[in-house]
C-alpha cells in the first residue's frame, strides 16, 4: 500500500474511532455525564434542530440539560451510521416519557448530520426530524388538529 493510501486509511481509522465514541457517548447520556460535553464538542460548535439553533458547547449542553429536566427517562438509541472522511449521518431513535402525553414510552426518530473537527470533535451538528409527525401529532388535543390539517393537505 503506498504512502498517500496509508494516509486515507488512517484517516478512515480516526474518523471511526471518534463517531464510535460519538456514539457511545449520545447512547450513554445522562445529567452527570453533560458536564464532559466537551470532549465531545469543540468549544465553538454549532447545533441546529427543529427548535433550537445554537453556537458554542455551553448552549449545546443547556439544550441537553433541559431535556433532562422536562422529560422523564430521555435516551438515544442509535440505528445506522455512515462515515464518509470527516462527516458522518446517524439515524436514532429518542425515547421518553411525557405525562402530558400519556404514560407510555414516546419514540422520535431522525437523524443526525455531524461534520468533525481534526481532533475527532463533532463542529457542526444538525438534527432532522419531522416535528408534526413525531412530536405534535401525539399531543392530545393538537395531535387532533394536526391529523385534520394533514389529511385536508392530501386532498
Same mark, same amino acid.
Given at each position: 500500500?503506498?504512502?498517500q493510501?496509508?494516509?486515507?486509511?488512517?484517516?478512515?481509522g480516526a474518523?471511526?474511532?471518534?463517531? %464510535?465514541? &460519538? !456514539? *457511545?457517548? @449520545? #447512547?450513554?447520556?445522562?445529567?452527570a455525564?453533560?458536564?464532559q460535553?466537551?470532549? /465531545?464538542?469543540?468549544?465553538?460548535a454549532?447545533f441546529?434542530?427543529?427548535f433550537?439553533?445554537?453556537?458554542?458547547v %455551553?448552549a &449545546? !449542553? *443547556?439544550i @441537553? #440539560?433541559?431535556m433532562?429536566?422536562t422529560?422523564?427517562?430521555?435516551?438515544?438509541? /442509535?440505528?445506522?451510521?455512515?462515515?464518509?472522511?470527516?462527516?458522518?449521518?446517524?439515524?436514532?431513535?429518542?425515547l421518553?416519557?411525557?405525562?402530558?402525553?400519556?404514560?407510555?414510552?414516546?419514540?422520535?426518530?431522525g437523524?443526525?448530520?455531524?461534520r468533525?473537527?481534526?481532533d475527532?470533535r463533532?463542529?457542526?451538528?444538525?438534527?432532522?426530524?419531522?416535528?408534526?409527525?413525531?412530536?405534535?401529532e401525539k399531543?392530545p388535543v393538537?395531535?387532533a388538529?394536526m391529523?385534520w390539517?394533514k389529511?385536508r393537505?392530501?386532498?
Amino acid at each position: 500500500m503506498g504512502a498517500q493510501a496509508a494516509d486515507v486509511a488512517e484517516a478512515a481509522g480516526a474518523a471511526e474511532a471518534a463517531v %464510535a465514541r &460519538i !456514539r *457511545a457517548a @449520545f #447512547e450513554s447520556l445522562t445529567p452527570a455525564s453533560l458536564a464532559q460535553l466537551d470532549a /465531545v464538542y469543540t468549544s465553538d460548535a454549532w447545533f441546529k434542530d427543529p427548535f433550537n439553533e445554537v453556537r458554542g458547547v %455551553a448552549a &449545546i !449542553r *443547556a439544550i @441537553f #440539560e433541559h431535556m433532562f429536566q422536562t422529560l422523564q427517562g430521555p435516551r438515544f438509541v /442509535v440505528r445506522d451510521v455512515v462515515v464518509q472522511g470527516h462527516q458522518c449521518f446517524l439515524t436514532w431513535d429518542f425515547l421518553f416519557r411525557q405525562p402530558r402525553m400519556g404514560p407510555q414510552e414516546q419514540c422520535i426518530r431522525g437523524g443526525s448530520h455531524l461534520r468533525l473537527a481534526a481532533d475527532g470533535r463533532i463542529e457542526m451538528h444538525r438534527d432532522y426530524w419531522d416535528a408534526a409527525e413525531e412530536l405534535y401529532e401525539k399531543i392530545p388535543v393538537l395531535g387532533a388538529l394536526m391529523r385534520w390539517l394533514k389529511k385536508r393537505a392530501g386532498s
